[in-house]
């Protein structure tokens, strides 16, 4: 079949693997494709051992098959290069496989001009064979590989190595503070350059932080370092109301803080995830649930953007008033102290609570519980969000909200409001997002 009409004239090369290394049973086939990849590779189809003649059983002139008794080259011809593997297993088998030489592809470097912290990863099936591993590499990295960039080696390690149970990195900013790690690891020694984590097999929760968390120059690094962090990054701005501008101190107003953190927080998630991470479940601290809400599938990069600009805009033209304070307490301790113009803006663990609303009575709270020995903190905020003062942009914000649209999560997502997995989204919800805790702990 594959012998006539020959383009140019150009004969169909037989040959055998069985010359090579004889019948390899129910294996048969693989190492066919395998020498067949590696003549696609080096450009050469190799010479067929123990040949002497052809057989008499064929007709040669039927077509145009040439065995291949002696090195060929294959050369670049415009087209690719194919074959056709047949494999003839000893139960009886028969099946035959077509492979095309991959398109040429010029692979960049590992990053060996990157700045700042290497990570290099390991794995093992025992913390003793861990263990081994470091040593090895300490010494394959002081010897054999001593001309290797760092970055190369972490490369490597992270996508060519089997991926097995037990797991730890090492981290450093030069050749000697990686090899410090890992003989720290090899011997057992706590060191900060070492992460051990524990078997292979819990879940993975991603946590989308909220407003506060923003620094000026926020992602720049990632947005020249990453294709895929900068594609969608930047794809996100353009479906924001505003230009985000993370290099100048409009970006701790609230109007530009939300949009920002939002935008960041969604590319950070495509690039862990075009590495291969990827979470069972998520969650997000205020704004940041719109993002949480965004990945896991329940909005549109439009509805979501649209959601996270509207409520940015409508506190930002709230008054700045309003304070925000956190006090070492419980949820418990702290209701019988509030009024109508102060409420708890957030329940972040058993012993902390975040109160919000009117500044008079936030800070009455909060001396209150300094007297007894109790920690407390004002939050440098513009407003006092999750508090009664923000009552005033619930109308316009629900008017927003109705007309997006919410589908089921794919991803489990741990709600803000209750502490408990949400089942389906509403406009109500996201209204009362605003005025309501954030809460973490149920104490």
């Known amino acids: ?31 066919g494709i395998i020498k067949m990849v590696m003549a696609m590779r080096h450009g050469v189809l190799p010479k067929t051992l123990h040949v002497d003649e052809p057989t008499p059983h064929v007709d040669w002139s039927a077509g145009g098959v040439r065995l291949l008794t002696e090195e060929v080259p294959w050369p670049d011809s415009g087209h690719p290069r194919r074959a056709g593997i047949s494999s003839f297993g000893v139960s009886g088998t028969n099946a035959h496989v077509i492979v095309e030489q991959s398109p040429s592809v010029v692979e960049e470097g590992a990053g060996a001009a990157l700045a700042g912290p290497l990570v290099w990863v390991l794995s093992a099936k025992s913390e003793a064979a ?121 970006l701790n107003q609230t109007g530009c803080t939300q949009p920002a953190l939002f935008a960041i927080e969604v590319a950070l998630f495509r690039l862990l995830e075009s590495w291969g991470v990827r979470p069972d479940f998520v969650a997000g601290h205020s704004v940041g649930e719109i993002a949480a809400a965004h990945v896991a599938g329940v909005l549109s990069l439009q509805d979501a953007a649209e959601l996270v600009c509207a409520r940015a805009r409508l506190m930002q033209a709230l008054p700045a008033a309003g304070a925000m304070v956190a006090v070492q307490a419980t949820e418990d ?108 702990s149920d104490g």
């Open 333 to 440: 301790e702290v209701l019988p102290h509030l009024t109508e113009s102060v409420g708890i803006a957030a329940v972040n663990g058993p012993q902390s609570v975040v109160v919000s609303g009117a500044e008079d009575a936030v800070l009455a709270i909060a001396e209150t519980f300094a007297r007894q020995g109790r920690k407390t903190s004002r939050l440098k905020v513009s407003h006092a969000f999750h508090s009664p003062l923000m009552d005033p942009m619930l109308d316009e914000f629900a008017q927003v909200v109705r007309e997006l649209t919410f589908d089921k999560p794919k991803i489990p997502i741990v709600s803000n409001l209750t502490g408990g997995l949400v089942e389906a989204y509403t406009a109500d919800y996201w209204v009362r997002h605003v005025r309501e805790a954030v809460r973490f």
């Open 130 to 250: 861990l263990r081994g591993q470091a040593e090895r590499l300490a010494y394959f990295t002081d010897g054999e590989g001593a001309g290797a960039q760092p970055a190369d080696v972490g490369f490597s390690l992270a996508t060519t190595r089997a991926v097995l149970r037990h797991r730890a990195a090492v981290v450093g900013e030069s050749r000697e503070e990686l090899r410090r790690a890992l003989a720290d690891l090899a011997s057992g020694t706590v060191s900060s350059g070492v992460v051990v984590g524990r078997p292979a097999g819990g879940q993975v929760a991603f946590l989308f932080s909220g407003q506060g968390s923003q620094r000026l120059g926020m992602g720049r690094e990632l947005h020249e370092t990453y294709p895929v962090f900068a594609d969608a990054y930047d794809e996100v701005c353009v479906h924001l109301d505003a230009a985000v501008d993370v290099d100048t101190d409009e």
């Open 1 to 31: 079949t594959y012998g006539r009409e020959r383009p140019g004239g150009q004969p169909l090369w037989l040959g055998s693997l069985k010359s090579n290394i004889g019948h390899t049973q129910a294996a048969a086939g693989v190492g």
